[in-house]
């Protein structure tokens, strides 16, 4: 191989590694989508994201959706969710972690997990 076939090939490499780094969504754009992809599964609409952080399966966030609307507010039944979402920001999986109701805090675990 030649100086300039290495050349040639190291930029390429380096145009390939930014492409996919451009295409790799930012936090914001992994939040929002996953809040669009939970509610289109579950017919629920995420409140709130309270964590969120990346692993090295991609990211993992625990979203908060109103399950049961009651009068008085402080009374609609919530529910925490833990959504898991590849690099790409595409959901892998989640699941229901706990329901409680709007208005209680939750005095059993540490750190509002």
């Known amino acids: 191989m030649t ?4 050349t ?11 492409s996919t780094a451009q295409e790799r969504p930012n936090p914001m754009q992994v939040l929002r989508h996953a809040r669009t992809q939970l509610a289109e599964l579950t017919g629920m609409a995420a409140e709130t ?24 507010d ?6 925490s969710y833990q959504v898991d979402l590849d690099p790409d920001g595409q959901l ?12 209680r805090a939750d005095a059993h675990r540490p750190g509002g997990r």
Do not use: H
């Not at 040639?8 to 930014?18: A, G, L, N």
């Not at 402080?74 to 529910?79: G, R």
């Open 8 to 18: 040639s090939d190291s930029k390429q490499d380096s145009k390939q590694e930014k």
């Open 49 to 72: 994201v309270s964590s969120f952080e990346q692993t090295e399966d991609g990211w993992s966030l625990e979203i908060e959706v109103m399950e049961l609307a009651r009068v008085p």
């Open 92 to 103: 892998t999986g989640y699941r229901r972690l706990r329901r409680y109701e709007r208005g």
């Open 3 to 6: 100086d300039g076939q290495r």
């Open 74 to 79: 402080t009374m609609s039944l919530m529910a």
